[in-house]
């Protein structure tokens, strides 16, 4: 009785430590997920970490650097806040801007002495210098660095220059190291701007729709109503997914999410796609089916069934990126095409009219159902 009690319980406490070790692991696996979806904590963490480092290495430095080590931790945030190839170009430029001020500061102290004329050409000069191309976004350190070596370092204009300059490379150079070691994957900011440019692509192609579902064409007033504005939403797709690629050169934490990264490059190019065809469709029908003109792109006859197409097509284009792709929203899409293309032949062959843009509403739809149909 004993020995079996004994198994028994051995087996219970086996069963509770695997029990405890699943949830530990879900527990982790959760985790992960959150850190991923959230990537400002780890850029907030990162720039943490390299501020307190370069601060820590800025006091060790001998003098006169260690006079100013709050300095080094500038260098170490403008390193943590982009992908590891920007933060190298951008590290760079910053410095570069920063001993620009510094000359521009230290010519005007040589001619003026301290005063609101000196600070007003300091400020101008550095304004202009800021816009060169050479600095990119980090222009504005060369107007910082200039009014501080002026009114800060007028003491020890020499050493400020230097340890000024000196800290901030040094703190740039430790966020680069911690960027690399810990290089950011901006994937949940790109997902995020692709589905924007999804929603407002569905939305506009549900608006073409109703403009179409009625007895009469719209006014050209009903149809710049129903018009998106899908050029910002767009630019700013592509360039979360321009920064994606460039953060996953030599990023060793693309191994774990390449599927994902991979998917993201493949719906980015159908939504681009998805988006000209979308552009197409809103220039023929706001241009071609609008009260007042006498050729209308459809009439009465097959505006219903371009409506029934362009619903179709936006519940396929919603699906965009899920996995499995929903089927049966892309055959609806590709038979109401089709059925349009026939209406279109048919319409054709009944009256004496070419119905050329009618029949250009039909290549975009086929168009964009083929690009949804080949992910």
Request: hydrophobic share 50%.
């Amino acid at each position: 009785m004993t020995s079996e009690h004994g198994t028994a319980d051995g087996s219970r406490r086996g069963a509770r430590a695997v029990e405890a070790g699943t949830r530990a692991r879900r527990a982790l696996v959760a985790a992960q997920r959150q850190w991923v979806r959230h990537p400002r904590w780890s850029l907030a963490v990162k720039g943490a970490v390299a501020a307190a480092v370069a601060w820590f290495v800025g006091v060790l430095a001998p003098e006169p650097f260690s006079d100013y080590p709050y300095y080094a931790p500038l260098g170490a945030v403008v390193a943590t806040t982009s992908t590891l190839a920007r933060s190298v170009r951008e590290s760079t430029q910053a410095i570069l801007a920063i001993l620009v001020g510094a000359a521009i500061a230290r010519g005007v102290d040589l001619v003026l002495s301290p005063s609101a004329l000196s600070v007003a050409l300091v400020v101008g000069l550095a304004l202009l210098c800021s816009g060169w191309r050479r600095f990119g976004e980090m222009g504005t350190w060369a107007v910082t660095s200039a009014l501080f070596v002026l009114i800060i370092g007028n003491a020890a204009k020499v050493e400020f220059v230097g340890a000024y300059a000196g800290l901030v490379v040094v703190g740039a150079a430790i966020g680069v190291v911690i960027n690399l070691l810990v290089p950011p994957l901006p994937l949940t900011p790109t997902e995020e701007a692709l589905d924007r440019l999804r929603d407002t692509l569905v939305d506009q192609v549900e608006a073409l729709a109703d403009g179409l579902a009625g007895e009469r064409p719209p006014s050209a007033e009903e149809w710049e109503e129903r018009r998106r504005e899908v050029e910002p939403t767009l630019a700013r797709a592509r360039d979360a997914v321009a920064r994606t690629r460039e953060a996953a050169r030599a990023n060793i934490r693309l191994r774990r999410h390449r599927d994902w990264a991979v998917s993201q490059v493949r719906r980015a190019q159908e939504l681009e796609v998805s988006a000209d065809v979308v552009g197409s469709l809103v220039r023929l029908l706001l241009e071609w089916e609008r009260e007042g003109r006498d050729d209308l792109a459809l009439g009465a006859r097959l505006r219903p069934l371009a409506a029934s197409a362009l619903d179709a097509y936006a519940v396929a284009l919603r699906s965009v990126g899920s996995v499995p792709a929903d089927e049966e929203a892309l055959r609806t899409v590709a038979a109401r095409a089709e059925d349009l293309r026939r209406a279109v032949r048919a319409a054709r062959q009944e009256v004496d009219e070419d119905y050329f843009v009618a029949g250009a509403v039909v290549l975009a739809l086929g168009r964009g159902a083929a690009v949804l149909a080949a992910s």
